[in-house]
């Protein structure tokens, strides 16, 4: 008797597997989703300029807003906008609040066990900047220059590794001090990040820091849900065809200040 009761509960659960095996086939993808809606959403920054930020209308502004445009474009549906921060911006994203995150997101083993990442849209790095008249192409040309970089940073561990003995190295407490010492000529040259670099240029000085090298490079990547291979592919898609256009190097001139590295 048990094993005729073991059988035929058995043959139940296999028979509710197969029963359920449709609505799995047929499940709605993410791309089919939007595209139906007419509307896409985006996690987006709100207080990291210059990727994401409220400009002096109050309307969200930034590299990661105009790619979330770009994007919506590219799917010929409309962009709706969710302001998050750094902690939540991913289960947003899991838990179906938005369908894609766009915000200054960097890729690494952890988020890849949990999210899927596009083609790199935007370069987040640290290097070395300095004035257009001089050429430094790597770290062993720094040799007899000095170098201004804020204590402790990232920037300042990176180039502790590379810069050779006879570089003079000056270190700073703050960002504000290192590129102080920049502008008044205490420094040659400053380590830092290219997001620290575009809001000097973009106070328009009359002694740029410009790109010699990098130290470190970490792009920023849009965030999409494990398994969304249609929407992983139609996002790829759109950010090859804007790097092919220009219009991708035209976010990050109009944003960073600079065009997209040469190796990016």
């Given at each position: 008797m048990k094993t005729m009761l073991n059988s035929a509960l058995k043959s139940a659960v296999v028979a509710l597997s197969l029963l359920?095996?449709?609505?799995?086939?047929?499940?709605?993808?993410?791309?089919?989703?939007?595209?139906?809606?007419?509307?896409?959403?985006?996690?987006?920054?709100?207080?990291?300029?210059?990727?994401?930020?409220?400009?002096?209308?109050?309307?969200?502004?930034?590299?990661?807003?105009?790619?979330?445009?770009?994007?919506?474009?590219?799917?010929?549906?409309?962009?709706?906008?969710?302001?998050?921060?750094?902690?939540?911006?991913?289960?947003?994203?899991?838990?179906?609040?938005?369908?894609?995150?766009?915000?200054?997101?960097?890729?690494?083993?952890?988020?890849?066990?949990?999210?899927?990442?596009?083609?790199?849209?935007?370069?987040?790095?640290?290097?070395?900047?300095?004035?257009?008249?001089?050429?430094?192409?790597?770290?062993?040309?720094?040799?007899?220059?000095?170098?201004?970089?804020?204590?402790?940073?990232?920037?300042?561990?990176?180039?502790?590794?590379?810069?050779p003995a006879t570089a003079d190295v000056k270190r700073y407490e703050d960002n504000n001090g290192t590129i102080s010492a920049f502008l008044s000529g205490q420094v040659e040259l400053v380590a830092t990040g290219n997001v620290v670099a575009a809001a000097i240029l973009e106070k328009n000085p009359p002694k740029k820091p410009l790109l010699k090298f990098l130290i470190k490079n970490s792009p920023n990547y849009v965030g999409i849900n494990k398994g969304e291979t249609a929407l992983t592919e139609k996002v790829n898609a759109i950010i090859t065809a804007a790097r092919a256009d220009g219009s991708l190097d035209a976010i990050s001139k109009k944003w960073l200040g600079a065009p997209l590295p040469a190796s990016f």
């Open positions: 359920c095996l449709p609505v799995v086939a047929h499940a709605q993808d993410a791309l089919e989703s939007i595209t139906k809606a007419g509307v896409l959403k985006v996690a987006v920054p709100q207080d990291f300029p210059p990727f994401g930020s409220v400009g002096p209308d109050m309307k969200p502004r930034g590299y990661d807003i105009d790619m979330a445009e770009l994007i919506a474009k590219g799917l010929g549906v409309k962009t709706e906008l969710v302001p998050v921060t750094s902690a939540n911006r991913i289960p947003y994203l899991t838990t179906g609040k938005v369908d894609l995150v766009i915000s200054s997101l960097g890729k690494n083993p952890d988020r890849e066990k949990v999210i899927d990442f596009s083609l790199p849209y935007a370069p987040f790095y640290n290097g070395v900047f300095g004035p257009e008249g001089l050429t430094i192409s790597g770290p062993e040309q720094l040799a007899g220059k000095v170098v201004g970089v804020t204590r402790g940073s990232i920037e300042d561990l990176e180039l502790t590794k590379v810069a």
